[in-house]
C-alpha cells in the first residue's frame, strides 16, 4: 500500500457529522437519522517512525501515524464544521491496518467515531459526542469518490440511532 493510499484511507475516515439531516425509508429502522456530508480539502501528515521506509511510495510500517484535518460540506457545497482525525497503524506492510479516531465538529455539537483503518472505504463506530450529539451511538460508512486523489473528497453517511 502506497503511502499516499494509506493517508487516503485516513480521510475516508472523515465519516459524517452535520452535512444534511435525512431520513430516507427504506434501509433505515424507525427512529434513526442520517447525516450525510462530503470531506473536503483535508491537509494530512505522515509520520514515519523508526523503522523508517525506504522511500517515499513505501507502505506504512507498524507504528507509523497519519493525521488529518478536512472541511465539511453539505450536499449543497455550504461548509458545515471540521473534521480531525487520527490513525495509527498496528500491522504493516501491502495489508496495513490499524485504528482511527477523530472528531467531527459541527455548530451544535461533536461527533466522535473509532474504526478499522484500511485500505478500502471506511465503516466504523459512533461512539459518542457533545452537545446536540451528546450519548451518540450508530455507525458510519466513508466511500471515496471514483478519481478522487488520497480520499478528497469522501460522500460519508452517519446512522445515528435512537
Known amino acids: 500500500m502506497k503511502r ?82 487520527t490513525s495509527q497503524f498496528t500491522v504493516g506492510g501491502r495489508r496495513a491496518r490499524g485504528v482511527a479516531i477523530g472528531i467531527y465538529k459541527l455548530a451544535n455539537g461533536e461527533i466522535h467515531f473509532m474504526a478499522t483503518n484500511t485500505r478500502s472505504n471506511v465503516s466504523g463506530s459512533v461512539i459518542g459526542g457533545t452537545g446536540a450529539y451528546a450519548g451518540a451511538r450508530g455507525t458510519f460508512t466513508a466511500v471515496d469518490r471514483p478519481g478522487e486523489k488520497d480520499g478528497n473528497p469522501s460522500d460519508d453517511t452517519i446512522t445515528l440511532l435512537p
Do not use: H, W
Open 4 to 85: 499516499s493510499a494509506a493517508v487516503a484511507v485516513t480521510t475516508a475516515v472523515a465519516l459524517a457529522t452535520g452535512a444534511v439531516l435525512t431520513v430516507s425509508g427504506s434501509a433505515q429502522t424507525a427512529g434513526e437519522t442520517q447525516i450525510k456530508l462530503v470531506t473536503k480539502n483535508c491537509a494530512f501528515k505522515f509520520v514515519d517512525v523508526p523503522p523508517r521506509g525506504r522511500g517515499r511510495m513505501a507502505p506504512p510500517g507498524a507504528g507509523d501515524l497519519a493525521t488529518l484535518s478536512c472541511q465539511l460540506e453539505n450536499a449543497a457545497g455550504t461548509r458545515i464544521g471540521t473534521l480531525d482525525s
